[in-house]
């Protein structure tokens, strides 16, 4: 069984995250420049077996697509050309960059910290790879 990665998209960076080959936990594992993601990705995946590629699916409070949607969507449609032997699938990312904030306050990370933009979107695809793994629809495909 190979490890699911974690897409969390950004126009200027993007947070990857990994699970641990037994699918149990998930931990952040890169900020890379949006530019360099692709080429960073085909590098990872030569190194690492990963069967599944999470991308986090940004979406407005009515659940209409917002505005980034549109660097998502051809990113989306790339990563299955180039990879069409993994699994790419689309998860809700409402409210993780909230969500990573609220971890970095209550782990104790300094003020300084809190305000670095690259640890925060690793953060964030770490809680949407952690979502995505305890759905109950990744429990019934197994």
Known sequence: MGRILAIDYGTKRTGVAVSDPLRIIAGGLETVPTKELERWLAQYFAAN???TIVVGKPAQMNGMPSETWRYIEPL??????????????????RFTSVLAHRTMLESGIGRMARRD?????KIS??????????????????
């Open 125 to 142: 695809a770490t809680i949407i790879l952690q979502s995505y793994m305890e759905s109950a629809d990744l429990r019934r495909r197994e």
């Open 117 to 121: 933009k690259a640890l925060v979107d």
């Open 49 to 51: 077996d990963v069967t």
């Open 76 to 93: 989306v449609a790339r990563l299955r050309r180039a990879w069409p032997d993994k699994e790419v699938v689309l998860w809700d990312e």
